[in-house]
């Protein structure tokens, strides 16, 4: 077998691996339904209007913030591990859902800021420097993602060609095309964490999740980007690829 046979090889294998871990975002999204005993449809009806109103602008400012927090923090905070950052979203999830919505509120931006840490984090593993203009832009289209509750089978898998469509957009730019689908997302987790009787370990159980998800997809985000330069092959046509994958199932 000659080296430009191993190649295709590679790729497949590649890919292959980047369905699974897709797949498997999408699990965590089942398991959180059983858990909360709901649709998610049926969860940002527990919202009060004004939250419903606002939560497009405080998961703006959510976001800027944790850009914010996230980068200033990587001087003095280095990157941890994915288990480390699931217990410690959990654990605010417990603390944010003991409180109702008052608490879930307050927490809300400290959780974007975990996350998107842990995001950054995920793209160093993969060679990438965070502080690269494109690489904080796909660390954020990561969170364009459908959410955990979204009950997506993997035939929307737009937010991976988002570096197409932002590139040359700042980063407040990139914000405002992620906000309102996160919002939503957001949302959903704001309104499980409201549960009667279930309370912190509601939150426990959506941090749970949310993180978990997050991982995933950022592990498909920049496992296509490194497949991309090192086999040559534009992003555009990998992502193809890995849609009939998740498709075939």
């Known amino acids: 077998m000659t080296g430009t046979d191993l190649v295709p090889l590679s790729i497949d294998a ?4 980047l369905a699974r871990r897709h797949r498997a975002a999408g699990g965590v999204g089942m398991q959180l339904l059983n858990i909360l005993g709901g649709q998610a449809e049926n969860l940002l009806e527990r919202l009060p209007d004004k939250v419903k109103e606002r939560l497009e602008t405080a998961t703006s400012r959510a976001l800027d913030t944790a850009m914010n927090a996230a980068a200033g923090s990587r001087g003095w ?4 591990k994915g288990w480390l950052n699931t217990a410690l979203a959990t654990a605010m999830g417990a603390a944010g859902g003991a409180g109702g919505l008052p608490t879930a509120l307050a927490e809300l931006p400290v959780t974007v800021t975990v996350l998107l840490r842990t995001i950054q984090g995920i793209a160093v593993e993969y060679g990438f420097d965070p502080d690269d203009p494109e690489v904080r832009r796909d660390c954020l289209a990561v969170f364009a993602s459908a959410g955990p509750l ?3 089978d ?3 898998l737009g937010f991976l060609s988002a570096r197409v469509t932002l590139t040359g957009a700042t980063v407040h ?4 095309k992620v906000a309102p689908k996160l919002a939503t997302t957001l949302g959903q987790k704001l ?12 939150g426990a159980a959506t941090n749970y999740a949310y993180t978990s998800y997050y991982q995933q997809m950022a592990h498909v985000q920049f496992g296509l980007r490194r497949l991309s330069q090192d086999s040559g092959r534009p992003r555009e046509e990998l992502v193809a690829q ?3 994958r998740l498709l075939q199932r």
């Open 77 to 80: 905070v280095p990157d941890q």
């Open 150 to 152: 979204s009950g997506d």
């Open 14 to 17: 590649e890919l292959s691996a």
């Open 242 to 244: 890995l849609r009939q």
């Open 191 to 202: 309104a499980a964490q409201t549960i009667p009787l279930l309370g912190a370990a509601a």
């Open 173 to 176: 730019g990139v914000i405002g």
């Open 154 to 156: 993997g035939s929307d």
